[in-house]
């Protein structure tokens, strides 16, 4: 998928794990995908048009094999913007270029 380089941290909860987690792998390749808990720990960089965009279809894969699925996403932007996601929703955005401390 063209477009932008973006950096993926996600916790996944779901009642059928063992099928998220095969959904997850499927839809994310390049990225690690590991169980810590009841929850799936997910890691990486992917690429498309916008965080929105890999966020809604990463979700709607996963809700596709288990529809009690959860998604709690930061993406990382090449620009230095982290967004981060409940689900479908946008809940933060923060600009972290302007967080870096100066010397």
């Known amino acids: 998928m063209p477009g932008k380089h ?3 941290r996600a916790r996944v909860s779901s ?3 063992l099928a998220v987690k095969k959904a ?3 839809a994310t390749p390049g990225c690690s995908v590991s169980q810590e808990g009841d929850e799936l720990i997910l890691e990486g960089h992917l690429n498309g048009g916008s965080a929105k965009e890999l966020n809604r279809s990463l ?3 996963m809700r ?3 529809k009690r699925t959860r998604l709690r996403a930061e993406w990382t932007m090449e620009e230095g913007t982290v967004e981060r996601y ?3 929703v946008l809940k933060k955005t923060t ?3 302007s967080n870096i401390a100066r010397s």
């Open 24 to 26: 997850l792998e499927e």
């Open 59 to 61: 979700l709607s894969a």
């Open 15 to 17: 009642s059928n794990l």
């Open 86 to 88: 409940f689900d479908y």
């Open 64 to 66: 596709r094999v288990e």
């Open 6 to 8: 973006v950096g993926v």
């Open 95 to 97: 600009d972290v270029s």
